[in-house]
């Protein structure tokens, strides 16, 4: 079991980079952040891009891998975004997780003054995000022509430092895109029901996903994914406790889960908690690791 930390991108560098560094010498296996332009209730807060975030936080770390939670289609375009891809890779020497997703509802969706789409029409534009990202990090010279996105003879040198990409880790909880995860994924990562209040009920529709997912990977004639768990949708905030903590990696071993992503405790709202049981819990990484 690998096991990662979520850092938002909401304080200025010269705070945030202390996190960072502190995320690697507790020995998380991987760092993350967000992903968006402005999230939820946080919106008319402090908020910077994931993608310089992630490029300052690759000077700062030695060998944790870094990740995007999740690059959204709402305002990223393959071709400009495989070029920060790539640079991010070089800068981190390799150590970029490319998380991705369909880009959902709300501020994000909004911001640019975008027609809004359907779900479905947000699956094609993942399907199309996603594909042509693909060819991307791995071809040279592209052209592609979809309902979403074009590219004309894109250029792709030196190419990524991880070959043959670094891991594209796919968000998907509907059928359309778990397909869409075991076709193109090195990893599938899931949040489980969305707005679930009890705990119970919410590991209930994280194993029916992995079920679902392991369906999916038969079907596109693969054996394994790598397989991510975001274990604060829960009702139950993973780092409220040390035992809290300890009883979510359990459970998403037992449902047959690589890896799980905890957040940094916050002072108030979202994720609010202690970073004293942070610390607690680094101290017990090697045991949870190994189970």
């Known amino acids: 079991m690998r096991i990662g930390i979520v850092i938002l991108p909401e304080e200025r560098w010269s705070s945030a980079r202390h996190r960072w560094r502190r995320a690697e010498e507790y020995g998380f296996d991987h760092a993350w952040t967000y992903d968006h332009l402005g999230w939820r209730d946080l919106v008319d807060g402090p908020w910077f891009d994931a993608v310089a975030t992630l490029t300052a936080a690759a000077t700062v770390t030695g060998h944790i891998r870094l990740g995007t939670f999740v690059a959204s289609p709402n305002f990223r375009n393959p071709v400009h975004f495989a070029r920060e891809v790539l640079a991010v890779d070089d800068v981190s020497g390799g150590r970029l997780l490319l998380g991705v997703g369909a880009g959902g509802t709300g501020f994000d969706a909004e911001v640019l003054g975008a027609a809004p789409l ?169 045991r949870l690791r190994e189970g």
Request: aromatic content about 10%.
């Open 118 to 286: 359907t779900p479905r029409e947000r699956v094609d534009r993942f399907t199309e995000f996603v594909e042509l990202l693909g060819r991307l990090l791995t071809e040279d010279h592209v052209s592609y022509a979809g309902a979403y996105y074009r590219a004309v003879d894109a250029r792709t040198l030196p190419g990524p430092v991880q070959q043959p990409r670094p891991p594209l880790i796919v968000a998907a909880n509907g059928p359309r895109s778990l397909s869409l995860a075991a076709r193109h994924g090195d990893g599938w990562v899931t949040t489980g029901a969305q707005s679930v209040e009890d705990e119970d009920a919410w590991w209930r529709s994280v194993r029916e996903a992995a079920e679902r997912f392991g369906d999916a990977l038969e079907r596109a004639g693969r054996t394994h994914s790598d397989r991510y768990l975001n274990l604060d949708s829960s009702p139950v905030y993973s780092l409220s406790s040390p035992q809290a903590f300890e009883d979510a990696v359990g459970r998403a071993r037992e449902l047959g889960f690589t890896d799980v992503m905890a957040h940094w405790p916050r002072a108030a709202s979202w994720y609010a908690g202690d970073e004293k049981v942070l610390e607690t819990v680094a101290q017990m990484l090697p």
